[in-house]
């Protein structure tokens, strides 16, 4: 069994920063792909940035310059970096990571239970 835990959300002022952690355990090969998504009320999930194995990242356009995702590697661990916070971006935050179990298995989608972000004055 697979588990991502999410921590580091809170409440902060426009303008402020947060950072988002989230890491993954029990059974892993190999992860391919993490991810950190959001959801705010009535809209659907949509993906806020990714980085892949390799170190390579992709950005939501309406975070680009205010946001960076990075990864430990060793720790199986995804951050999100949030800065210049704005009430639009409130949402519940979820992480998420393409892995396999094991050598013999495909990859498989896992999602962590989300961590609330609100951004209010």
């Known amino acids: 069994q697979v588990q991502l835990v999410e921590s580091g959300g809170g409440l902060v002022q426009p303008g402020g920063s947060l950072r988002l952690s989230c890491a993954a355990s029990?059974?892993?090969?190999?992860?391919?792909?993490m991810a950190w998504y959001r959801q705010a009320p009535g809209k659907q999930r949509e993906l806020v940035a990714a980085?892949?194995?390799?170190?390579?990242?992709n950005y939501a356009d309406f975070v680009k310059g205010r946001f960076t995702i990075s990864r430990d590697t060793v720790k199986n661990a995804v951050y999100l970096q949030m800065n210049s916070l704005k009430p639009e971006d409130t949402a519940v935050y979820y992480c998420?990571?393409?892995?396999?179990?094991?050598?013999?298995?495909?990859?498989?989608?896992?999602w962590g239970q989300g961590t609330q972000v609100t951004v209010s004055s």
């Open positions: 029990g059974s892993i090969f190999s992860i391919f792909a």
């Open positions: 980085i892949t194995s390799g170190g390579s990242t």
């Open positions: 998420n990571a393409d892995l396999a179990s094991t050598w013999y298995e495909g990859v498989s989608d896992y």
